[in-house]
């Protein structure tokens, strides 16, 4: 009896420090993000010369300009923007991407990543292998560390966030990893202002 009742304070000791664990890393991360918004710095670029806060209609005139100069195709099922990324990974990959869109201007790009020669017996080649190449793309690309954060299923999410503008990279499954871009200034869930004429 005496065993157990010293097996259960030590799994209820572990539980109360992983808790104080995970909010003290949130408090890092919201730390941050304030320190970042603090600087009132608007940092809006993305790639290809997209950018957050870009009216639609431009990114779909500047996408088709893209097209022209053989940069990007339409993605599957033409849900989607792709590059196929030669030289810039170890391996050969694929970008495909699609704005979140607040009141006609881009204020989210997520953009999924994976090697072109992805196979389940190619374990060199799987999301895990790919998310390490990506940080370190990213980092060189965007300047700067990315900073890890577990979610509350311990999965790993990297942040970089530069003024208004977030980063954040993690592995979506075993093929793919998903980058998503945030403009930390905008809230979608609140109605934009109507023009009044």
């Given at each position: 009896?005496?065993?157990?009742g ?12 992983m ?7 949130e ?6 993000v ?42 599957p ?17 694929v ?28 374990r060199?080649l799987w ?20 900073l890890?954060f577990?979610?509350?299923t ?31 200034l ?7 202002e109507?023009?009044?004429?």
């Amino acid at each position: 009896m005496k065993a157990s009742g010293i097996w259960m304070k030590a799994g209820w000791t572990l539980v109360i420090a992983m808790a104080i664990l995970a909010c003290a890393k949130e408090d890092r991360y919201q730390q941050m993000v304030a320190r970042e918004l603090a600087k009132g710095v608007r940092v809006d670029s993305l790639f290809f010369g997209i950018y957050l806060g870009m009216p639609s209609k431009d990114f779909f005139d500047h996408c088709l300009q893209l097209n022209h100069r053989q940069l990007i195709t339409q993605g599957p099922g033409g849900l989607s923007v792709q590059h196929i990324m030669k030289n810039e990974l170890k391996q050969q990959a694929v970008m495909r991407f699609f704005p979140g869109f607040y009141d006609n201007k881009i204020y989210q790009m997520p953009v999924i990543y994976e090697y072109s020669a992805w196979a389940p017996w190619n374990r060199n080649l799987w999301a895990d292998s790919l998310l390490v190449d990506l940080l370190a793309y990213y980092q060189t690309k965007y300047e700067g560390d990315f900073l890890p954060f577990p979610d509350s299923t311990g999965k790993l999410t990297y942040y970089k966030v530069d003024g208004n503008r977030q980063i954040a990279l993690s592995k979506l499954n075993d093929r793919e990893v998903e980058v998503v871009f945030t403009d930390l200034l905008v809230d979608p869930t609140v109605k934009p202002e109507e023009d009044e004429e």
